[in-house]
């Protein structure tokens, strides 16, 4: 294999990020009819897969390729662009693709009928180029680029039902959150640029990296080449933590996730599972060293936040999507717990887990809407499609949604021998562990974490006995032609790909022991950030307690659910409390956000429309109206004057022309006249002159 | 003794009428014929000043000179008026009249 040097394997990863570019490129240039391109976009993105895993296996803890061609320069500066491959990255690109390619096969039948079904091809297609290319660089000028590509084309696939004003509103939505936190992110490169003259991620950040030889010393920040004051270093970290809540909807830019449930469920599960929303938790690992002590416990207390706000909402949605959007905003809320308490592995691995469990849970949910949707197309009465409280007993007709469903939702409770338990207890033991030698608030976001996760267990135990058990609420609607019936094959095959994926055997050997997870193992950080101050201490005795712990409350929480749901008749009426209204409303963050900010930036653009319009447009029309005034007094001059001049002296000059013209009559006789008359004039003057 | 006044009388008339077959004939031979009215006019003045000339006969050479010019521009000019006629068909001198604007 010596042929295969790195600059090889770096175009390979070049190959597998553009290849889904040209899905999107054949279809947006090559004109055809409607509807075409799925096969190439399987085509391509089967390809990516393959070259990512080809990449995966070459790679993974054997070596870290980086690949660098100059790209432009500044003055001296020169800037490279180029491709960074260590086990993250390798893990990311496997994880995408396989994500992407399942989405695709799914979206043949979901998607199947769509008018502008060439353009949802297109549309994936760049947003898998542009997150695959996010995982691969190297560089962050480069990776804020494909940042951007990613929000951009992530606005274009929710919005994907143009039609649909709800579709629009939440994709602009979705975009400016997403701009929100760009600004943050882009903050966080320039401060990092100032600091060091580099943008390289490896040079930056990989082990004994420029980050790693500044130092803190006397309150300033010192790298080899230039000092700033300490807290920079903190508004770094701040700033690139604040461009990734906005990518992976935390607290307090998480709105926009849940809208973004108006684009294609095929979609929604994309952006949850492994594109979108990952791209905030793979920036924080990214650039890991750069975060200090206080940004951490920032970072982990947002999260914790999120994760339990996340929770209680999703306990009282009933439209299935919108659940599992608040159960996404919730588990990234434990990834940035994870980052925060320097669970880095941990964290990653959760992403990854989460990625099978959420993106089956969404294409599974697909496929319930996808029926429900057939049912009110043939029977024509109108009923909401993704109101959980339609739905009842659904196990019957579609067994195989129902079963895959169940084994991601028990990953989702973080149930024992799914991925689930690993990575969520990896997180909650990390956590512990983190706040013992802590005090005060911190102190509560380990709690927080493990409460959260309880809710969890309910409200997706909620979820699951609505849907699929207790009595079909629509029955009348059946007749003996319209069944509920599974999803068809496409779509079925990928549940169970994604359902094997979300036991413990892809990812440990051991179902109770996290750390003999290969990715926590290829990823845990051998030596510390000095910025950090993070120590990798454990005590064996939490990782026993808080999973049993955990485990036997979930499965309390799990009964709980089922008793109110499923045994009796009629759960308990919680619609009266104020918490519940609290909850079911989203924390009133919508109506806040458009209470304050929103309506006061539509207030201040109406003000300045109006002075635009009255002020600067009246002073721009006046000064029009006096220019049409001077110019038509110009017009008179120029008319009658300049032009009654030159008109003058010409109708002179033709006056005189042709009164000469008369004796111009080519008779030789009569020029002799007027020569001899000439002459005789000449004469008597001279003559008469003289005499005189 | 015939005084100088009497010669220069008819040298005057011979120049108008030659002046008026110029300005009035049909025909451009009869135009010639004018010219040459005119120029004996001028010829005969000559041969009268001759009798005041300091220099012996002087104008009587200068008139023989002048005739032996006129038979020349006479050649000339009838030449003229032969191909006038090959290209116009006539020597009508107010039927051509090409000269105009």
Redo the contacts between chains.
Sequence with gaps: MDTLTQGNLSLLAVIAAILPLFTFLWIVLVPGKEGRGASFAIFNISLSLLISAFLFIKVWNTETIHEQIPWFSIGSTVFKAGILLNNLSVLMLLLVSAISLLVHIYSTRYMQGDPYLHRYWAYLGLFCFSMLGLVITDNLLLLYMFWELVGFSSYLLIGFWFTKDTATQASKKAFIMNRLGDLGFLTGIMILFSQFGTLDIHALFAQGGLVFESIIEGGLWKSSGNVMPEYWLTIAGLAFFFGATAKSAQFPLHTWLPDAMEGPTSVSSLIHAATMVAAGVFLLARIYPVFDATVLTVIASVGAFTAFMAATIALTQNDIKRILAFSTVSQLGFMMIAMGVGAYAPGIFHLVTHAFFKCLLFLAAGAVIHEMAHLKEKTAVDFDHQDIQNMGGLRKSMPLTFFTMLIASLALSGIPFTSGFLSKDAILIQSFEWAHDKSGLAKLIPYAALFTSLLTAFYISRLIFKVFFGEFKLSSLLKAEFKVHEAPAAMKYVLLVLAVFCLFFAFSSNPFNYESSWIVKGLVITSDSPLSGIATASSHISHVLIPVVINILSLFVIVLAYAWYVRSKQAPDFSKNFLFRFSQKQWYFNEVYQKGPVNSITNASRFTYIFDKAIIDGFVNSLGKVGILLSSIIHWIDRYIVDGLVNGIASMAKTIGNFARHFQTGRLQHYMITMVLVVLTFFIIKIFFQAI | MIPLSHFMMISAALFCIG?FA???KKNAIL?LIGIEFMLNAAILNFVAFSKHDKLASGGQVFAVFAIVLAAATVAVTLAIVLNVYKYYKTID??K??????
Aim: glycine share 0%; proline share 8%.
């Design positions: 002046l110029v300005l009035s135009i001198p107010t051509i009249d090409q000269l105009r604007d």
